[in-house]
Each structure stands twice: as C-alpha cells, then as structure tokens.
C-alpha cells in the first residue's frame, strides 16, 4: 500500500513532537544517557525515512529545505553509525528538525 505525501508528513510531525521532548531534557542528558542518545538518533533516523518516500513533487515545493542532507543524516545513522558525531546528531535535533517543522507548516 502506497501512502500519501500527507500521511508520511503526519508521521514526521509526530516523530518531531516526540523528539523536542527527548531534546526538552537537554544536551547532558542526551551525552550521559544512552537510552535518550538512541532515542534521539531513531527520531532522527526516522524523520530521514519519511523524507525519503515524499513525492518529488512535494519536495519541489519546499526548495530551501535541504532534502539530500535529511536523507544523509538517515542513511549516516543507519550505515555508518560507527562516524556519529554526538554534537551533529546534537544540532540536528534541538536546531535543524525545528526549522524543518516550522518549514513545513508554514505552506502545508
């Protein structure tokens, strides 16, 4: 079954709600426990994914969004999860996935 540009947008914003109350808790906390680092990082990763099946035209619409690097974050943590910088995993959450959200409303 083939979902739409909607739902997989509704995944990603549940995903972001869960993920600024992980981020609501703060950078030490994120550092000193594993259990909310990985957390984080499948918030993360999930967010890639969903970005990854977004139609073509959907993403057309969006040209400031930077999709190749959302799909990179993904694919870093899926493949190459022995490279994760914590500061990036970091900034991505508390700073990119935020203006993202903003980014989508703002037009959907």
């Known amino acids: 079954m083939t979902r739409s540009d909607d739902q997989h947008l509704a995944d990603l914003f549940e995903t972001a709600e869960k993920l ?3 981020v ?3 950078k030490l906390n994120f550092l ?11 918030a993360l990763l999930n967010i890639g ?9 959907f993403k057309i619409n969006y040209p400031n969004i930077n ?3 959302i799909v990179g974050m993904r694919t870093q943590l ?3 999860y022995h490279l994760i910088d914590s ?3 970091w900034n ?4 990119s996935v935020p203006i993202l959200v903003k980014a989508l409303k703002q037009t959907s």
Request: charged content about 30%.
């Open 32 to 42: 000193d426990d594993f259990e909310c680092e990985w957390a984080i990082e499948r």
């Open 20 to 22: 600024e109350i992980l």
């Open 92 to 95: 991505a959450a508390s700073v």
């Open 49 to 57: 994914e969903f970005c990854t099946h977004l139609s073509s035209g």
């Open 87 to 89: 500061n990036i995993v």
């Open 24 to 26: 609501a808790k703060g």
């Open 67 to 69: 999709w190749k690097e």
């Open 78 to 80: 899926a493949h190459a």
